[in-house]
């Protein structure tokens, strides 16, 4: 069975940890079962649903001497940026809490599973992924004595049907936070930086909120953690997959700002 996570690391340099959990395509065929689109079907939902090349993008991060998280299965399989208990996750509204039974634009993905189905998932894939993230935060904790969380993802520049903003107008740039654990210094550089480069920058619009392991959610503020978003279009053909021409151009940009990040946290 293919690893849950990656960790990409030499020996850390700086407490800068990459969380990456949308990034794969990879489904295990076990799972692959339990969908029921097609073949076809499927491939255009990973299209709409994955945050493609994310880990290439912001790989300045491991560059640098920082940690990268990497979730090496679809968001399909489980989401580990959900609450385990749908009760605790508002897009579980939109069948879409750890264990997706809806797609991009709600239609049937997998039926609803089982309580056995659902607890093989479950331990499986999604507590081992927070058992590794957890190890990873806590180490950086004792080496550091603190711990910043960049929460790495990407976005479609039209809403889908799923999603609970539905504003057309988008920016290239989205920013996330935590009320107590993003620091306004983290949002102050980061909105400093979009704008003097000419970067249409949002916060928390159209996703809100960024990663924060539970064990530490509103408890240990040694962890700072902030959400980037870049929108798709700067980077990829939206109906393909592919990258655009300017990709590296784009990376260069979001190296520009993680280190700007990185400048004014610590």
Known sequence: MKSFTKISKGVP???VLAHLPHG?????????KSIVLSDADLARELILMTDRYTPELFECITASGGLS?????????????????????IMSSRGMGSIYTKTAHQQVLRKDPTAEEREALLSTY????????????QKML???GRCLI????SFPSKPLPYELDQSANRPDIC???DPVHTPTELISSTMHFCEANRISVALDKPFRGTYVPLKYLGRDKRISSIMIEVNRSLYMDEETGNKLDCFPQTKAMLGGLIKEVWNSCY
């Open 69 to 89: 998280i990497i979730n090496n299965h679809s968001r399909l399989v489980v989401d580990p940026e959900r609450f385990e208990n749908d009760e605790d996750e």
């Open 24 to 32: 794969s395509v990879f489904i295990p065929k076990d799972v692959r």
């Open 175 to 177: 920013i996330g936070t």
């Open 150 to 153: 960049i929460d790495c993802h």
């Open 13 to 15: 340099k700086i407490s």
């Open 142 to 144: 004792e080496q550091f």
């Open 126 to 137: 999604f507590r081992p992924y927070h058992t590794a993230l957890d190890n990873e935060v």
